[in-house]
């Protein structure tokens, strides 16, 4: 008997006696309890509402539904557990447009699909937390989006309807400021765990030893000072650690 994960519609093929158990689904790591409402000749029918569904949900805006059904296949068995869609921009050529691109905004990923005429697809796919930011452009009927990467590499999504543009960068600035801020709190961790390092005995010290701890200390201020500077620690914060190594010197 065939039965499917309510979650991913991931089909299983599994004896009659094992209905009503709980099954934990290999693909996207959801439990599930086996069904009679899950078996084959529901299992066309659930995942064609499933994707349905979704369309209804992430709002077509003018956008092609049948084009968008394409590519939420197509993105599908690309996302990791837990990983859902939240958005999907269709780009739309002016002249040619057979086989749109795609951008696909997941809670963890920006991904961009390029399907081929014979229905090959290729990927571009970017972390949330390695984005540094979007750029958007609207012209009189199109709009484009730059992502820019914390590694240097930049990618240009061009022909994109204004308004998922729109929707997309918005989503886009959100991801770009929860980034910002990981980022800032790694820097930050590390910074105090850098500035706490150094424990000065109760005993006398060489002469060499305090200079080398004298320097450290100096090294010290002046990162505080660079974070300070650009904007990844308070004045607050700055004050209250500056504090703590002075008292060391």
């Known amino acids: 008997m065939k039965v499917v994960c309510p979650n ?15 099954f ?8 599930f309890v086996a069904s009679t409402t899950q078996t084959s000749g529901s299992v066309t029918e659930r995942a064609e509402q499933r994707v349905n569904d979704a369309i209804s949900r992430l709002t077509k805006d003018d956008q092609s539904g049948v084009a968008l059904a394409r590519i939420y296949r197509k993105a599908m068995p690309l996302l990791t557990a837990n990983e859902t869609i939240e958005y999907i921009a269709l780009q739309k050529r002016i002249l040619f447009n057979l086989a749109p691109d795609a951008l696909v905004i997941t809670n963890r990923r920006v991904i961009l699909l390029t399907i081929g005429l014979l229905g090959s697809t ?22 484009k ?4 990467t914390t590694n240097g590499g930049a990618r240009l999504i061009e022909n994109l309807l204004k308004t998922p543009a729109q929707r997309a ?4 600035q959100e991801q770009e400021e929860r980034s910002f801020e990981e980022r800032r709190q790694r820097d930050l961790e590390q910074t105090r765990a850098e500035a706490g390092g150094i424990s000065i005995g109760a005993g006398g010290l060489g002469s060499a030893s305090h200079d080398d701890n004298f320097d450290q200390n100096v090294e010290k201020l002046e990162k505080l000072k660079k974070l300070l500077d650009s904007g990844l620690i308070t004045q607050g914060e700055f004050e209250s650690k500056r504090q703590a190594i002075l008292s060391r010197l």
Do not use: N, S
Not at 24 to 31: A, G, L, N, V
């Open 122 to 143: 290729r990927m571009w796919d970017i972390l949330t937390r390695d984005i540094l930011d979007a750029k958007i452009e609207l012209g009189v009927f199109r709009a």
């Open 169 to 172: 960068y918005a989503l886009l």
């Open 24 to 31: 934990r689904c290999t693909k996207c790591q959801q439990t």
């Open 145 to 148: 989006i730059l992502i820019r």
């Open 8 to 22: 991913c519609q991931q089909p299983y093929d599994i004896a009659d006696a094992d209905i009503g158990k709980q």
